[in-house]
């Protein structure tokens, strides 16, 4: 099970389609895996997590501090992750394709 502190789905081949969202200035903070496992593909939670071929957004400008794993990707294509402060953090970026 995986789920995020902010969680956009593109379920059902939506994804291409759901295109150009930014999410910016914003802070995520204490956002811990408290589940059995500790690796990013067993139970956790991520701060930020874009499923499901999520394409196209803007992810800038954000704050993340003491977090498991800051931002997962989820697949997608064109996803610009930048500008963004990571504080005593686990995984900062993880990438998968499916």
């Known amino acids: 099970m995986l789920s995020g502190g902010f969680y956009s789905s593109g379920q059902h081949g939506s994804a291409f389609t759901n295109r150009g969202?930014?999410?910016?200035?914003?802070?995520?903070?204490?956002?811990l895996n408290t589940a059995a496992g500790t690796g990013v593909q067993q139970a956790s939670v991520q701060a930020l997590y874009l499923d499901d071929q999520m394409s196209a957004w803007s992810v800038t400008d954000n704050h993340f501090t003491d977090c498991h794993?800051?931002?997962?990707?989820?697949?997608?294509?064109?996803?610009?992750?930048?500008?963004?402060?990571?504080?005593?953090?686990?995984?900062?970026?993880?990438?998968n394709n499916q």
């Not at 697949?75 to 504080?87: D, K, L, T, Y």
């Open 21 to 31: 969202n930014t999410l910016r200035g914003n802070s995520f903070s204490r956002i």
């Open 69 to 95: 794993v800051c931002s997962f990707i989820g697949g997608g294509r064109r996803n610009v992750v930048a500008n963004n402060r990571f504080v005593r953090c686990g995984t900062v970026q993880y990438f």
